[in-house]
């Protein structure tokens, strides 16, 4: 994991990865509660025995299950210091290429596209990357927006 000391650093980092995730294995079980959480229960994604003769061969996860991942992967692969709290503010873009089948692992590669100061702190853009092991394409691709917010207040 990558320790960037504080906010102001990210100002020399703009272009650069700023950190590569951990695999994190995504089970049908995790499938089958983001189904249950969302009430997004499509045969896609929680009916294997079905699935088995869909497109994919299995069932897959939901995309929003993939993007809602980026917190936890995020946290692998880079952290800045000094930071009171981190809110996320938006997204700027999200597209899924790929998808991600159950049992698969997945991972991040995030890399700051820019950060600028806002009251209380700085709000910075990262692009995230979602790549499935042994895959060819990403599973998706996200502009996170997230205010660092290093004061209180803000």
Not at 32 to 41: I, K, L, Q, S, V
Not at 67 to 76: E, G, R, W
Request: proline share 6%.
């Amino acid at each position: 994991m990558r320790e960037i000391p504080d906010p102001d650093a990210l100002a020399d980092l703009i272009g650069e990865e700023l950190g590569v995730s951990d695999w994190l294995h995504v089970e049908q079980d995790r499938i089958d509660a983001f189904a249950e959480a969302t009430g997004d229960h499509q045969w896609l994604h929680v009916d294997p025995e079905r699935a088995r003769s869909g497109p994919y061969g299995k069932t897959i996860a939901h995309g929003y299950l993939t993007l809602s991942l980026l917190p936890v992967l995020t946290a692998s692969a880079f952290r800045v210091g000094s930071v009171r709290a981190r809110v996320n503010y938006g997204l700027e873009r999200v597209r899924f290429p790929a998808v991600v089948r159950s049992d698969a692992r997945v991972r991040n590669r995030a890399t700051l596209q820019s950060v600028e100061p806002v009251p209380g702190g700085v709000r910075m853009v990262v692009r995230n990357v979602v790549e499935v092991d042994g895959g060819t394409r990403p599973v998706c691709i996200a502009d996170t927006v997230t205010l660092l917010l290093t004061e209180a207040g803000g």
